[in-house]
């Protein structure tokens, strides 16, 4: 699987950012503090990626690290000025975003590339699990705003289409034996409990900040069906994460690639949407 670099740009009405999906700024504040992590997260995957490069003698799987490179470069600009719509309307996009930054530079600093690698193929199986939640279930978004649902499964495919080179990076350049299944299985642990304590800090001071949010109990009640429900993000997620402590775990052990054939209508259709156009 060969990512592509696809440099797309998107219709996003600044005066929806706070409000674009359809069950309103509760489930919207939710996937922005996904956004506000993408910038800082992707670089830090770049990073750790980067690092490895040059020991990396299978040419397939170099093109495969230039590809994945490209993509999150590419989900880092088109979050950078999503964020910024956030910064805009009112909302602490910028110092949100700095604090990450803060955190993740020390972490470049401080530990070894080996275990910001493990870091970066936990939290891109998390990419990638999110992703397939999105893709499969059309319901997530309904009659969500066009170009924030065109950019959110733009960024869901691109992360399926690479979802294991960093994986592949990691087998190739870390010594197999317990200690990297535990170093892998372990840091995926401290990174679950890190992912989604800053998702939910990231999420309330949203949704502090947006006074214009309405309907707190009504939004609180969407929020937890859409996050802890039957079909939940929660629940559909937990088989894929305990998959990730089997001893022979890959990314490609579920293979999704047939969802792949749909992203270049997808890419004709945000085309369409920037140009004023409806498909329908």
Do not use: C
């Not at 001071?205 to 429900?229: E, S």
């Amino acid at each position: 699987m060969l990512p592509i670099r696809r440099d797309i740009r998107f219709a996003l009405p600044a005066e929806r950012i706070t409000n674009w999906h359809e069950q309103g700024p509760f489930i919207t504040h939710f996937f922005n503090a996904l956004s506000l992590l993408f910038p800082q997260g992707e670089l830090f995957f770049m990073d750790s990626v980067r690092h490895y490069r040059q020991h990396i003698d299978d040419p397939e799987l170099k093109k495969q690290i230039q590809g994945f490179i490209g993509q999150e470069a590419m989900h880092s600009r088109e979050h950078v000025a999503y964020n910024d719509l956030l910064q805009a309307a009112g909302l602490p996009a910028h110092t949100l975003d700095r604090r990450l930054k803060f955190i993740l530079d020390l972490q470049k600093k401080h530990f070894a590339p080996s275990f910001n690698l493990a870091i970066t193929i936990a939290l891109e199986h998390y990419t990638a699990m999110l992703a397939e939640i999105l893709l499969s279930d059309p319901s997530r978004f309904g009659d969500s705003l066009k170009g924030y649902q065109q950019m959110w499964y733009w960024h869901a495919l691109e992360e399926t289409e690479h979802k294991a080179v960093a994986f592949d990076v990691w087998n190739t350049v870390i010594k197999p034996g317990p200690k990297r299944y535990l170093l892998r299985t372990g840091t995926m642990l401290t990174t679950t409990v890190f992912f989604w304590l800053v998702v939910l800090d990231f999420h309330l001071r949203l949704l502090i900040a947006d006074r214009k949010a309405v309907g707190f109990w009504k939004g609180w009640w969407r929020m937890l069906k859409f996050l802890y429900g039957p079909k939940g993000v929660f629940p559909r997620m937990l088989r894929p994460w305990l998959h990730y402590f089997k001893p022979g775990f890959h990314p490609w052990d579920h293979d999704n690639r047939a969802r792949l054939a749909r992203i270049d209508t997808l890419v004709d259709e945000i085309e369409q949407t920037r140009r004023g156009y409806d498909p329908a």
